[in-house]
């Protein structure tokens, strides 16, 4: 049964930084493009950053510049650096394949206030 684990998200101030690590469990990721999402509170779920299986990197324009992806396949993690952190970051972020093909995790929320 594949899992993932998501954590790191913390509340934080303008201008702030988090990191957060996303764990898989029950299957092997690295051949796939992985992403991270976020759902603020009354807004669908959006993709904000995505990693290829090669490592090819790409962004959202809200969060270009700010966050940075990045995986480490032996310990089948995905990473979501997110600096420069404002109000509207605020979320519940999740991460996936870029199909959505995994069964959810629970989350971790991000709150950014002024």
């Known amino acids: 049964q594949v899992q993932l684990v998501e954590s790191g998200g913390g509340s934080v101030q303008t201008g702030g930084s988090l990191r957060l690590s996303c764990a898989a469990s029950?299957?092997?990721?690295?051949?796939?493009?992985m992403a991270w999402y976020r759902q603020a509170p009354g807004k669908q779920r959006e993709l904000v950053a995505f990693i290829t299986a090669g490592g090819t990197t790409t962004y959202v324009n809200s969060v270009k510049g700010r966050f940075a992806i990045a995986r480490d396949n032996p310990v089948n993690t995905v990473y979501l650096q997110m600096n420069s952190l404002k109000p509207e970051d605020t979320a519940v972020y999740y991460c996936?394949?870029?199909?959505?093909?995994?069964?959810w995790g629970q989350g971790t929320q991000v709150t950014v206030s002024p």
């Open positions: 029950g299957r092997d990721i690295s051949g796939n493009p």
């Open positions: 996936n394949t870029v199909f959505r093909s995994l069964p």
